[in-house]
């Protein structure tokens, strides 16, 4: 494929090796049958509000990384691979807690089981952030190496979901409809890696104009779209417009772990990647409790007043008539909003529940909302004069 001059007479050669391509990445990430797949060290609980993963090449950093930010002790040295499992620990950071993962480092080739790669890249994938650590002072093709091997294995770093719909049926061909003109593939191609797939029968939407390996990864269906940093250490054996030039790249941070440098930095861009967001609670006629907020994240169901709700008690939902917001995601102080109201971060929620309407009329009680006999009524005592 390398090899091959990219035109319009050969893109319909390259889309079906493509398409054959991922099949068989896809049968070759399956475990085997008879085996359980599970393995010592790797099997981490989730815990906290958010999950992140370092990744990156031997001796680049990882461990003192995870010491400083976490305190949690991780054994370092001055020789390759000394982490050889996986090492939690915990970041307190905006009154929330964040699930740091220490993992052993991954060779070129780690998405075909070299080096443990398979596992590493297994625990990658539950995760809400990758930290890509990188050495500042090495090769500028690290990045693209890694970049590589975590796509060969279903993972896709900071990009969105294409916008294709594709709905299969038992019955009437295939319909392709687009809603915006195609640039990058037509009709025959999209029938052609339809038909490795053996799909003959489906209705197909383009609602952006997508490539092939865009329309590979949705009928797959297992990819995970995880946002990545690109986090450059030692950065003190480096000159000020090499620091300056990377730091301008996209996604990117740059450290010291030696010389502690710019760790608020990372943190702050760790925050703002996560999309983490508080929110604190009012009862009525008290001031806000800015004590314990509430964590909501985009990844983790949404930041919406719903959602919001549920987290406070599940059977909550139920009995809300609206909600009262302070904040910067309110037009006036306070605006009362519905379930649907999308919160911003540091925002101060008082929830508003329904009265409920109290059994009975006058002096008589009933029970239930069927009528009874008179006789039957249960009469209270006389008042008092």
């Known amino acids: 494929m ?12 390259l889309g079906q090796l493509k398409a054959k391509l991922a099949k068989l990445r896809t049968q070759l990430l399956e475990p085997p049958k008879g085996s359980s797949g599970a393995s010592d060290g790797f099997e ?80 990658a994938k539950s995760s809400d952030l990758i930290l890509m650590v990188l050495d500042a002072s090495k090769s500028r093709g690290h ?24 709905i299969k049926k038992k019955t009437g061909g295939v319909t392709l409809n687009s809603m915006v003109p ?9 029938y052609q890696i339809l038909s490795e797939y053996k799909i003959h029968n489906a209705e197909v939407l383009f609602r952006e104009d997508a490539t092939v390996d865009d329309l590979i990864d949705v009928i797959e269906g297992n990819r995970k779209y995880v946002r990545c940093l690109y986090v450059y250490n030692k950065i ?28 608020g930095g990372l943190l702050e861009s760790m925050w703002e990647h996560m999309s983490l967001r508080r929110v604190y609670t009012k009862k009525q006629g008290c001031k806000p409790d800015f004590e314990e907020p509430v964590i909501l994240s985009e990844d983790r169901g949404g930041c919406t007043i719903d959602v919001f709700c549920k987290q406070l008690h599940a059977e909550l939902i139920k009995s809300v008539k609206y909600a009262l917001v302070w904040g910067t995601s309110s037009k006036h102080y306070p605006q009362r909003c519905g379930l649907g109201h999308t919160l911003e971060d540091e925002d101060v929620v008082q929830v508003v529940k329904k009265k ?19 006789a039957d009524r249960e009469k209270k005592a006389k008042l008092k004069t």
């Open 236 to 263: 003190d054996v480096c000159s000020i417009e090499e620091i300056d030039q990377i730091a301008r790249q996209p996604h990117s941070v740059v450290i010291s772990c030696n010389m502690n440098l710019n760790l």
């Open 143 to 166: 990045k693209e190496i890694l970049t590589r091997e975590l796509e060969a294995v279903g993972l896709r770093l900071n990009k969105k979901p294409p916008n294709i719909s594709l």
């Open 2 to 13: 390398a090899r091959t001059q990219k035109n319009k007479a050969t893109e319909y050669h």
């Open 44 to 123: 981490v609980s989730k815990y906290g509000h958010g999950r992140v993963s370092l990744i990156g090449f031997p001796s680049v950093g990882k461990s003192t990384l995870l010491t400083m930010l976490t305190g949690t002790n991780s054994e370092t040295a001055a020789y390759e691979f000394t982490t050889l499992t996986c090492i939690p620990g915990v970041i307190h950071y905006k009154d929330t807690k964040i699930q740091l993962l220490d993992l052993p480092g991954i060779i070129e080739g780690a998405s075909q089981g070299k080096g443990r790669g398979r596992q590493v890249i297994a625990v």
């Open 182 to 190: 195609l640039t990058h593939c037509d009709e025959k191609l999209v």
């Open 356 to 374: 409920v309407a109290e059994d009975g009329r006058g002096r008589f009680k009933t029970q239930g909302q069927d009528t009874q006999r008179i």
